[in-house]
């Protein structure tokens, strides 16, 4: 009869432990609906300036929870702030990559991308950016 209760007991617990995983993932977070939320407006608008904003607000929402996410969107951000001439943006995007090197773990990489932002930024002779 013990064996039986344990049995029961323990297949309980599984049952809703794998109800409860299922249930949470099952729900968006707060930083998923905003990143989905950033990618409508962003298809949505037209101005590329405007697009460049939402394009780093996109990577600052993944920095750390999704590198890969990051690199693509950043890259992009990189092409779009470069034919818009925005050195700043360019080295916010830079940042951005870095992050995400360093958050997967490559950190030669991340040093790599970090010097490049640092050189877009003596070029531009910005203080401000230099500091970061």
Do not use: H
């Not at 029961?8 to 299922?22: E, G, K, P, Q, R």
């Not at 996109?58 to 951000?77: D, F, K, M, Q, V």
């Amino acid at each position: 009869m013990i064996r039986l209760k344990f049995i029961f007991f323990s297949l309980m617990v599984t049952l809703v432990s794998s109800v409860t995983i299922n249930a949470q993932s099952a729900v968006p977070s707060m930083q998923d609906l905003r990143i989905d939320s950033l990618k409508r407006l962003f298809d949505l608008t037209i101005k590329d300036e405007e697009r460049l904003i939402i394009l780093q607000k996109i990577c600052w929402s993944y920095a750390w929870s999704s590198p890969e996410s990051t690199l693509s969107y950043a890259r992009n951000g990189i092409r779009l702030a470069e034919q818009l001439e925005k050195p700043e943006s360019q080295i916010s995007f830079l940042t951005s990559m870095a992050q995400a090197y360093s958050g997967k773990g490559n950190l030669a990489e991340a040093l790599k991308v970090n010097f490049r932002a640092l050189e877009i930024a003596e070029k531009n002779e910005d203080e401000d950016q230099r500091a970061w």
